[in-house]
């Protein structure tokens, strides 16, 4: 069974702040996709990495998948109360079409 | 592209009685997902679905849920004999063909309570 262990669970920053959320596994994956889900809906897709060491840019948001491709990280600068919400990650295996999903953490960010 | 659609958005329901959930996935997807979450957990995968072919089913799924998506177009998740451990967010994603590491577009789900 692949597990994806994501830490903090929780996390509650002032605005301005830095922080990283970790994914790790101990399994390899063909990819990796970050997710961000506010209440009552759905996840919405925010980045995908397939190439272990591959780092992604958006806006505020650093996205780097490892070098073996067990794990990643999501590293926001100057966090504002708009990034607030739960950030997923998941983790995609080649033949296995169903993506699997790391336990989320909480973001709030206090104005 | 009008997104994913699940109806009802909440259902309450007694213990023991059945409930089916419907998902209409964006219209040229012909990869759909069913997914169930809890409070302050990630998405749990369910079933999978390409076309009307439902290729992959988690082993945690109990006997008491079935889901079908008879002309590879809408699907419907039955849950028999709701159990209050049933209570939960179900979660429905749809995704492209062909397409490698494509990315699931979720719908807002079916929030299930189980009295």
């Known amino acids: 069974t692949q597990l994806l262990e994501q830490s903090p669970q929780f996390l509650s920053i002032q605005e301005g702040e830095n922080l990283t959320v970790y994914c790790n596994s101990s399994?390899?994956?063909?990819?990796l996709q970050w997710y961000r889900q506010e209440p009552g809906e759905g996840p919405v897709l925010l980045v995908t990495v397939v190439t272990g060491g591959e780092v992604k840019k958006l806006k505020r948001l650093t996205f780097q998948f490892g070098d073996a491709r067990k794990d990643s990280s999501l590293h926001i600068t100057a966090a504002q109360p708009g990034d607030t919400g739960l950030y997923l990650c998941?983790?995609?295996?080649?033949?296995?079409?169903?993506?699997?999903f790391g336990s989320g953490t909480r973001l709030q960010v206090q104005p | 592209d009008t997104g994913v659609s699940q109806d009802p958005r909440h259902k309450i329901t007694k213990r023991g009685q059945n409930v089916t959930f419907r998902c209409d996935p964006i219209?040229?997807?012909?990869?759909l997902y069913w997914y169930r979450q809890t409070l302050g957990q990630g998405p749990e995968f369910l079933t999978y679905f390409q076309n009307e072919a439902q290729l992959e089913k988690s082993r945690l799924l109990s006997d008491r849920f079935s889901a079908e998506r008879p002309k590879g177009s809408f699907s419907t998740l039955e849950i028999q004999r709701t159990e209050q451990g049933d209570s939960a967010m179900y979660l429905c994603a749809s995704s492209p063909p062909d397409r490698d590491n494509s990315p699931l577009h979720f719908g807002n789900g079916t929030r299930l309570t189980v009295t």
């Open positions: 399994s390899v994956f063909s990819s």
């Open positions: 219209s040229e997807h012909n990869r």
């Open positions: 998941a983790g995609g295996s080649g033949g296995r079409r169903a993506l699997t």
